[in-house]
């Protein structure tokens, strides 16, 4: 019975018992509530089950980035909105957190109008709304552009108008393939001599020209291959006929409107991110930096903002999960996401709606974890290792 009783009263058996205790209970509570529902369906006449994801679709989409059309079903449909909403999400993250960090240094500027500018820019974006944000893009800047035949040209390729963005298409990609297994190895190219550099470096002291490696082979080759890729390949250019152009590839104004509006607002939330992480690194390394002859560039390159890197990550993540949780707003515009196809037009026709509302909260489930999990892999990767 002693035995027994130390046994319950190890902390770390109670804890095994404690958590297997709250799964079991989780479990049942989730097995009570699907067999409730279940029953309430049958009771009510309502069909249950997933074949419904194989009925032809019917529904015509205005942005596809697949090979969908209205003759193929409704899993196809669901795909074509999971696409669309990680196509604005991705886009969104890489432009926000551009922004975002041009607006947080400036705002840390010596010049007061700069500072200025950059300050009254964040305090209005955390104080609007995003819907706002979205409606204003869509209604105030893209309705208000000229009609097609008064199209704005950019370069005599790509016209833009209250209608979208229309831009020429490659009628193929082999060249573009080409250039990105070019680049692909001057990446890996840089990244050997960057190891190389720092072993040499640490071993006998001297430097390698590590910025002028990076210049040729992360800028300079690979514009020249993508120049390459653009210049051996046909395109289709996008020409006026009748009231709208045709040829090429349309971006539709509800993915311009979306996208600037996760954009501008979400900077707002990221500059100010990255002002804190710059504030939270100690004025002693920038002095040192600045002791070392670095130029104040240098000292913000080099110094501060890898240092700041460990504080602004965590919250960086956060920002991220919202940029996708937040283009859900596009269904308020119609942008044709995972929310708008499937929640909307298809619980529409097929009326299955808890299968409809499990699967797009799976979506969201699974790029969430996703975002996170590789925010998490970096975070441990510049994380300050202590003995």
């Known amino acids: 019975m002693s035995s027994f009783l130390s046994f319950i009263n190890d902390k770390r058996v109670r804890d095994w018992i404690y958590q297997i205790a709250a799964v ?8 009570f509530f699907v067999r409730n529902a279940s029953e309430n369906m049958v009771k009510a ?22 090979n ?23 886009i969104a993250i890489v432009l926000a957190t551009l922004l975002g960090f041009a607006i947080g240094i400036a705002r840390l500027s010596s010049h007061w109008l ?14 609007i709304p995003l819907l706002f944000f979205v409606l204003f893009w869509y209604f105030g800047v893209i309705a208000a552009l000229p009609a097609p035949r008064q199209s704005i040209s950019v370069f005599g390729v790509a016209f833009l108008n209250n209608r979208g963005l229309t831009i020429p298409l490659p009628d193929g990609l082999e060249n ?4 990105g297994l070019v680049i692909l190895a001057c990446v890996l190219a840089y990244r050997a001599f960057s190891i190389w550099a720092r072993r040499r470096q640490a071993r006998t002291g001297q430097h390698a020209p590590t910025l002028r490696a990076g210049l040729i082979l992360l800028l300079a080759v690979p514009l020249l291959a993508l120049a390459w890729a653009v210049l051996a390949t ?41 002002r804190g992480g710059i504030q939270s690194v100690s004025h002693g390394q920038t002095e040192a930096g600045a002791a070392l002859g670095l130029r104040p560039g240098q000292v913000l390159r ?27 707003f596009g269904a308020a515009i119609a942008y044709p996401d ?17 299968e409809i509302i499990a699967m797009t909260l799976a979506v969201y489930l699974v790029i969430g974890l996703a975002v996170s999990a590789l925010m998490n892999w970096y975070n441990a990767r510049i994380a300050l290792v202590t003995r």
């Open 114 to 127: 700069i500072s200025a500018i950059a300050g009254a820019y964040v305090e209005f974006v955390r104080n």
């Open 68 to 90: 969908y059309t209205q003759a193929d079903n409704i899993l196809a449909l669901f795909w074509v909105g999971v696409a669309n909403t990680m196509l604005v999400t991705v």
């Open 24 to 31: 079991v209970f989780l479990v049942g509570l989730t097995v």
């Open 234 to 274: 046909r395109w289709d250019i996008p020409a006026l006929r009748g009231f709208n152009y045709r040829g090429g590839f349309a971006v539709i104004p509800e993915f311009v409107a979306l996208l600037a509006a996760l954009v501008t607002y979400t900077a707002g939330f990221i500059a100010e991110i990255v």
């Open 176 to 179: 573009f393939r080409i250039a």
């Open 45 to 66: 006449g309502i069909a249950s089950g997933f074949g419904f994801l194989w009925r032809t679709s019917g529904i015509e989409v205005p942005f596809v980035l697949t």
């Open 338 to 354: 995972v929310v708008s196809l499937f929640m909307g037009s298809a619980l529409n026709n097929t009326g299955q709606a808890i």
């Open 302 to 328: 080099l110094v501060t903002i890898p240092q700041a890197l460990r504080v602004m990550t965590p919250p960086l993540t956060n920002q991220y999960l919202n940029v996708l949780k937040n283009s859900s």
